[in-house]
């Protein structure tokens, strides 16, 4: 089992910048895969938000909605497991649960293929 854990959730301001953390760890700190980040708003269905491919070997690629072009980065450090997300003038329907996910299939996914999910952090973005 690999288990993430989500850190840096908040409350914060139109325009203001947050940074999301995941820490992988667990049986298996996959070598090759992807990370993601994923966000469910209230009454909303969970929607991407950004991708990663995971290697120690292969040149990394990243994937954003497009809600989040322009304004979020995802990137990772293989050393510590952990991808991160920054988060750049942040609105008000930028609010949600930010969930990051991941999975020993290289590649940049959107959806289904992700078999490892956190518990998820809160962003509030006030107006």
């Known amino acids: 089992q690999v288990q993430l854990v989500e850190s840096g959730g908040g409350l914060v301001q139109a325009g203001d910048s947050l940074r999301l953390s995941c820490a992988a760890s667990g049986r298996t700190t996959f070598r090759t895969g992807a990370m993601g980040w994923f966000r469910q708003a209230p009454g909303k269905e969970r929607e991407f938000v950004a991708a990663i491919t995971w290697s120690t070997v292969y040149t990394h690629y990243a994937d954003y909605a497009d809600s989040a072009k322009g304004r979020f980065t995802i990137s990772r450090d293989n050393a510590l497991n952990t991808v991160y997300l920054q988060m750049n003038a942040l609105k008000p329907e930028d609010t949600a649960v930010y969930y990051c996910?991941?999975?020993?299939?290289?590649?940049?996914?959107?959806?289904?293929?992700?078999?490892?999910w956190g518990q998820g952090t809160q962003v509030t973005v006030s107006s």
């Open positions: 996910a991941g999975t020993e299939r290289y590649g940049i996914w959107r959806g289904n293929e992700y078999g490892y």
